[in-house]
C-alpha cells in the first residue's frame, strides 16, 4: 500500500521535474518526497485514530494505577505510561510534583519521564515506515529499558535525597500517610462526538507541533542519502571502534531535537554505514537528553540530583550503543 | 470581582488560556483579575497534573487543555 508514495515520488521527480535518478539530486529530492508524503498520511490517520482511542485516559487515572501496583511493577508501568500518555514536555513540572506529591518513588517517576520524548506514537509510526518492523520493536525495547533502568538506578541511590525542599515535604507526607485506599478517579463518560473533537484538537495540535520536526529532519536525511556515498561511515570511521559509540552520544548532547525530527536522519545514518547501536545511541541522546528539559527540572531537583540522572543516562545510552552493535548480526540479519 | 487564577508552567498554551478568557470577559463586559501563576509549589497545591489548569477564586475549575468558550462564558456568568 505504501508503493502509493513511491510511485508519486518517481512521477513528481523523475517524470514531471525530469531529473535523473541517477543524479544525486534526484535521489535526495525523490527521497525528500517520498518520505515526507508518506509520514504526513500516515501521521494523520495514526494520531486521529489513537486519540480517539486515548480521549478517556487521563493522569489521574494514571496515577492511581501505579500507585496500586507493587513498586517493581511500577517501574515497567511508568515507563510504558510514559510511552502512550500524550504529554508535552511543558507539563513535565506539574506531573513530577503530582505523582511525587502522591508518593510516587522517584524512579517511577522519572521511568515516565524517560521514556516520554523517547517513545509515542508519532516516532513508531516514522520507524515503522522508514525502518521496517523489527527496528521498531528493537528501539521500543530500548526505550522501555533506558527508562526502566535509569528509575531503579536512581531508587537504588536514594536520589530522593536531592529533590528541592518543598518537593521532598511532599514526598515524606504522602508515604508517611497510607494509601490505596481512595476509590479510582472515574472515568470521564465521552460519546462519540466528544472523543472526535478531542481527537480532531489533537491532531491539529500535533501535527501543528512537529510538521517542522518532519520536514528538516527528512530534508536532512535526504541530503545524507544523495550526497554521501553509501558505505562512507564504515570506510571513514571504522565499523565498531568501542570509542564510535561514546562520540556519538557527545556528538547528540548539544543537538536538541524531538524523536520527529531525528528519525529520518538515522534512516540514512545506518544506509550509509553507520552501525545500527551507534545511532541509537546517537538518536537517544538528541532525543532525551535536551538541556532545556533539564533546566526545567531543576526548579523541583537539586543540581546533585539532575547531575546523577543526566550522567544515567548517558551511561545507558552508551550501554546501549554498545549492546546493539554487538547484538546487531543476528537482531537485523535482513537489514541493509 | 472575580480572581482567576492560569496555572502552568510557561508554555504556549497557558499564555493562550489567559488571552482567552481575557478576552471572553471583555466582550460579555465582565471584569475580572486574570493571574499567570508560574511557580511549581503553587501549582502543586491545586493538584494539576496537566497544564494549563484555571482556578477561580481559589477553586480548581479545570485543567489539562485550553479552555474553550463556552466552558469560559460559563465561569464568568457564575
Known amino acids: ?336 | 470581582m472575580k480572581k482567576i487564577e492560569v496555572l502552568g508552567t510557561g508554555c504556549k498554551k497557558c499564555v493562550n488560556t489567559a488571552e482567552q478568557i481575557q478576552e471572553v470577559a471583555g466582550e460579555l463586559g465582565i471584569e475580572v483579575e486574570v493571574q499567570k501563576v508560574t511557580d511549581p509549589a503553587a501549582i502543586m497545591s491545586y493538584q494539576v497534573m496537566s497544564t494549563p489548569g484555571v482556578a477561580i477564586d481559589g477553586k480548581l475549575v479545570h485543567s489539562g487543555s485550553v479552555p474553550n468558550r463556552g466552558k469560559i462564558e460559563s465561569w464568568l456568568k457564575a
Request: negative net charge; proline residues 5%; contains cysteine.
Open chain 1, 1 to 336: 500500500m505504501l508503493e502509493v508514495f513511491t510511485w508519486l515520488a518517481d512521477w513528481l521527480i523523475y517524470g514531471l521535474a525530469g531529473l535523473d535518478p541517477e543524479s544525486k539530486l534526484g535521489t535526495s529530492l525523490h527521497f525528500f518526497v517520498e518520505d515526507t508524503t508518506k509520514i504526513f498520511a500516515l501521521l494523520v490517520v495514526v494520531i486521529y485514530v489513537i486519540a480517539l482511542m486515548r480521549a478517556s485516559l487521563n493522569l489521574e487515572r494514571v496515577r492511581h494505577y501505579i500507585q496500586q501496583k507493587p513498586r517493581l511493577a511500577g517501574y515497567g508501568l511508568g515507563a510504558g505510561f510514559g510511552a502512550i500518555t500524550p504529554f508535552c514536555s511543558c507539563s513535565s513540572i506539574p506531573l513530577f510534583l503530582g505523582f511525587t506529591s502522591a508518593g510516587i518513588p522517584l524512579g517511577i517517576t522519572m521511568a515516565f519521564l524517560f521514556t516520554s520524548p523517547i517513545i509515542n506514537e508519532v516516532a513508531v509510526i516514522m520507524l515503522w515506515s522508514l525502518l521496517g518492523w523489527e527496528f521498531t520493536l528493537v528501539y521500543i525495547a530500548i526505550g522501555m529499558a533506558v527508562g526502566i533502568g535509569g528509575g531503579m538506578i536512581l531508587d537504588v541511590l536514594k536520589g530522593e535525597r536531592w529533590l528541592k525542599d518543598f518537593a521532598a515535604k511532599a514526598y515524606q507526607q504522602a508515604t508517611s500517610t497510607s494509601h490505596g485506599d481512595e476509590p479510582a478517579p472515574e472515568a470521564p463518560v465521552l460519546t462519540l462526538k466528544d472523543r472526535h473533537e478531542f481527537a480532531r484538537d489533537e491532531l491539529k495540535e500535533i501535527v501543528g507541533r512537529i510538521w517542522k520536526w518532519v520536514i528538516i529532519g527528512v530534508g536532512l536525511g535526504a541530503a545524507l542519502h544523495g550526497f554521501v556515498p553509501d558505505g562512507w561511515f564504515a570506510d571513514n570511521l571504522g565499523s565498531g571502534q568501542w570509542w564510535n559509540v561514546p562520540t556519538a552520544v557527545f556528538a547528540g548532547l548539544p543537538l536538541y531535537s524531538n524523536a520527529t525530527g531525528v528519525i529520518p536522519v538515522m534512516e540514512s545514518l545506518i544506509l550509509k554505514g553507520l552501525p545500527v547501536g551507534t545511532t541509537l545511541a546517537f538518536c537517544m541522546s538528541t532525543v532525551a537528553a535536551s538541556f532545556p528539559e533539564f533546566i526545567m527540572l531543576k526548579q523541583v531537583m537539586q543540581w546533585r540530583l539532575l547531575a546523577t540522572i543526566f550522567v544515567i543516562l548517558l551511561a545507558n545510552f552508551m550501554i546501549v550503543g554498545w549492546l546493539i552493535n554487538l547484538l546487531s548480526p543476528w537482531l537485523f540479519s535482513g537489514f541493509h
